[in-house]
């Protein structure tokens, strides 16, 4: 008994009593503060991570739907369909044979162009037809849905375009029943005054379905579609737990009743939103069972290190705290930190060290890649600028040689004159970023030169706003595409031969497409040489186009380049696109 007194007595014992209490009531709340601020830490984490897919997904939905979008507006603007169109409604149905036949010819030429269109559908005061696809009915073009479409379109202004969802058994007969796609659209005069069509684009819906359940990480998770008036247009399945939410909220990121996570994204081609949805459940069990564990393995740590722990935890602390700042630091982007290498214990002095000398290898190797990196891009960048001259020397003194054959000597006079400034702006304009305006002069000096050549027989047009004029582009950029239509359009096209150089500025891009009615391109030969383009291969005859394309991938994003459109025997249009650097002219 007097032992057992002796004992509860003691320091030691007291000591021991004292620093398990302060060690068990530091676990309990440290174990809770660290909970909280885990749970914390992890649910802001996930936010973060679902914010990111639900950008990503909401990108590339609005990849999808841009192309849709390109496609319409490519197909509308054709003025032989908007002439097709009316003389159809103008005719009889015994008088209009040719037209119809045209139109639905170029409805197909669409749908085999773009897999992810179904059908298009057309429908005017007089006619109206689509192009069946396999897996759709007959079109039900008196359905409550196609009257309504009509009514909106007559509605619409000439450029507009509305996105619809619907499923196919609502307005065709004997449909499957599937979620589709509708964008309707009118075609309207060249005014924009009347309506002579409506047309309606009937979109692959499997595309959507891919794209949102790509991202499908866990049963717990899912992605929504959003329409533009706030009604939800996909779920994942029909067992998903979709809960009972108003979509129409602006907000980034939203918690619904401490059980759910859920995201929002704009689709900035149809003004749609993604939404994507996580359950808190799977954030909660994952940290209890850490909880569990920590509070396990402490309760056993406590008897065996709590003396040791006190004395060395205490002399430690500020030493292991702060190696542990500098790495998160580190880990933030701050390789050129360093720490103290006298802390007074050798082992931190060691461990401070080594992560001293592999920040510092770190540091130098990023700036080494970088510099190299850099230094890569540019030379390929000059390497491919450098190819254009020789290509268009050659082809200029062929045309002079040509005058010369001919006696025309004032005019050769008038393009040595002209090719003397030409290689002005090319030799001593330093900048490789020149004004829109001072590219468009050595245009007309390049067209002026091969107007010799082809007697005057060029009748071109530049139709570039006033405002473009100062905005910097790569030297040389438009060149190759003149040259390359006028070898290659006009130079076999009998009768008048026309160019139109047309500049517009599209969602923070410069835009110039380059129009010829000459020869035109093949559709089989249109797909080989876009197929290079993509690749970054030189074409045969097309140096001029390989070269651009591939400057502006290298100066660019990715959304830049070249895309070319042509009709064999009618025309080809060649469209470059860049990013825009406003700068006031001569900056």
């Known amino acids: 008994m007097r032992h057992f007194k002796h004992v509860f007595r003691s320091m030691r014992f007291h000591i021991i009593i004292l620093y398990t209490l302060l060690i068990l009531g530091a676990i309990t709340v440290l174990s809770s503060v ?3 601020m885990s749970y914390s830490m992890a649910k802001r984490q996930k936010m973060e991570e679902i914010g990111l897919l639900t950008s990503q997904i909401a990108d590339s939905l609005n990849v999808y739907f841009e192309d849709a979008v390109n496609a319409m507006n490519f197909f509308r603007s054709d003025i032989t369909l908007r002439e097709d169109i009316r003389e159809c409604n103008r005719k009889s149905q015994a008088e209009r044979y040719e037209h119809v036949r045209n139109i639905q010819r170029k409805m197909k030429q669409a749908i085999l162009n773009d897999n992810d269109i179904h059908n298009i559908i057309i429908i005017s005061d007089n006619f109206q037809f689509n192009c069946q696809d396999s897996g759709i009915g007959n079109v039900n073009y008196g359905s409550d849905l196609i009257r309504e479409i009509v009514s909106r379109c007559d509605e619409m202004k000439k450029y507009n375009m509305e996105f619809l969802s619907a499923k196919n058994k609502d307005y065709v007969y004997g449909g499957s029943g599937k979620e589709e796609m509708l964008v309707c659209f009118p075609i309207k005069d060249a005014d924009g005054s009347r309506t002579l069509a409506t ?6 819906f499997d595309r959507i379905d891919k794209i949102c359940k790509r991202q499908q990480l866990w049963e717990q998770y899912g992605c929504y579609l959003i329409d533009g008036k706030g009604k939800l247009f996909y779920a994942p399945s029909s067992t998903f737990p979709c809960p009972d939410y ?11 009743d401490n059980m759910m996570l859920l995201s929002f994204a704009k689709i900035e081609a149809n003004n749609w939103r993604v939404a994507y949805q996580i359950d808190l459940s799977e954030i909660r069990k994952q940290l209890e069972t850490i909880r569990h564990f920590t509070v396990i393995t402490s309760i056993i ?3 065996l290190v709590i003396i040791i722990s006190v004395y060395i ?9 702060t190696l542990s700042d500098s790495m ?23 461990l401070n060290k080594n992560f001293n000398h592999m920040a510092q290898q770190i540091d130098n190797l990023i700036n080494e890649v970088y510099a190299i990196r850099v230094s890569k891009q540019q030379a390929e960048l000059e390497a491919l600028q450098s190819k254009i001259n020789p290509h268009f020397l050659n082809n200029t003194l062929q045309s002079i040689t040509s005058l010369a054959i001919l006696g025309r000597n004032q005019e050769i006079i008038f393009a040595i004159d002209s090719l003397r400034g030409m290689f002005d702006y090319i030799l001593y ?4 970023m020149v004004p829109v305006s001072k590219e468009l002069e050595y245009i007309e000096r390049y067209i ?17 706003p006033e405002l473009m004029l100062s905005y910097r582009v790569p030297k040389l950029i438009l060149q190759p595409v003149v040259e390359n239509s006028i070898r290659h359009g006009l130079k076999e096209k009998k009768g008048a031969k026309k160019l139109l150089i047309q500049g517009e500025v599209i969602e923070g891009r410069i835009c110039f497409t380059i129009t010829d009615n000459g020869v035109g391109i093949g559709a089989q030969r249109l797909g080989q040489l876009e197929e290079r383009l993509a690749e970054g291969q030189e074409t045969p005859g097309h140096i001029g186009l390989t070269n651009v394309h591939s400057r502006l991938k290298l100066n660019y994003d990715s959304g830049s380049g070249i895309r070319i459109r042509s009709l064999e025997g009618r025309y080809c249009s060649v469209r470059l696109c860049m990013g825009l650097e406003e700068k006031e002219y001569g900056a």
């Not at 047309?199 to 692959?204: A, E, K, Q, T």
């Not at 880990?331 to 214990?345: H, P």
């Not at 304009?429 to 490789?432: A, G, I, Q, T």
């Open 313 to 321: 935890g205490w002399k430690c602390t500020r030493s292991v705290r």
């Open 246 to 256: 108003d979509w129409s909220p602006e907000s980034a990121t939203n918690e619904i």
């Open 199 to 204: 047309m309606i684009y009937v979109l692959n």
């Open 328 to 350: 998160k630091k580190f880990g933030e982007g701050e390789f050129y930190i360093q720490v103290d290498e006298n802390s007074g214990y050798e082992e931190i002095d060691i």
């Open 34 to 36: 660290s909970y909280r």
């Open 429 to 432: 304009e330093m900048s490789d």
């Open 301 to 303: 740590a406590i008897f």
């Open 448 to 464: 002026e030169i091969q107007n010799i050549r082809f007697n005057h027989g060029i009748e071109w047009k530049r139709d570039v």
